[in-house]
Nanobody, 118 residues
Framework: DVQLVESGGGSVQIGGSLTLACAVS?????????MGWFRQAPGKEREGVAA???????TYADSVKGRFTISQDNAKHTMYLEMNSLKPEDTAMYYC????????????WGQGTQVTVS
């Protein structure tokens, strides 16, 4: 099984920065997993924000390109999402997720961390 725990959310002013962390644990987890960050704002559908696949290829949603950076520390089994130039529309619950393959649904999800920009 795999467990994911997010941290680092909070309230920030417009134009500010936050870095989210996702700590990964579990006997079946490996560095070949595909990892991603998602967010969901009230009344809106969940959307993908950024992802990194088993080859290290990174993708971003158009809405965050140039502002957000996804990274991993494999030694610490932790994934990060550095968020800069934050906007009110970035306000959402942010979730990290993992899947054992570069395709298909994400099998494992964290509990989420709230980001509020005002």
């Amino acid at each position: 099984d795999v467990q994911l725990v997010e941290s680092g959310g909070g309230s920030v002013q417009i134009g500010g920065s936050l870095t989210l962390a996702c700590a990964v644990s579990g006997s079946t987890f490996s560095s070949s997993y595909c990892m991603g960050w998602f967010r969901q704002a009230p009344g809106k559908e969940r959307e993908g924000v950024a992802a990194v696949d088993s080859a290290g290829t990174i993708t971003y949603a158009d809405s965050v390109k140039g502002r957000f950076t996804i990274s991993q520390d494999n030694a610490k089994h932790t994934m990060y999402l550095e968020m800069n130039s934050l906007k009110p529309e970035d306000t959402a619950m942010y979730y990290c997720a993992a899947r054992p393959f570069d395709f298909g649904r994400y099998n494992y999800w964290g509990q989420g961390t709230q980001v509020t920009v005002s």
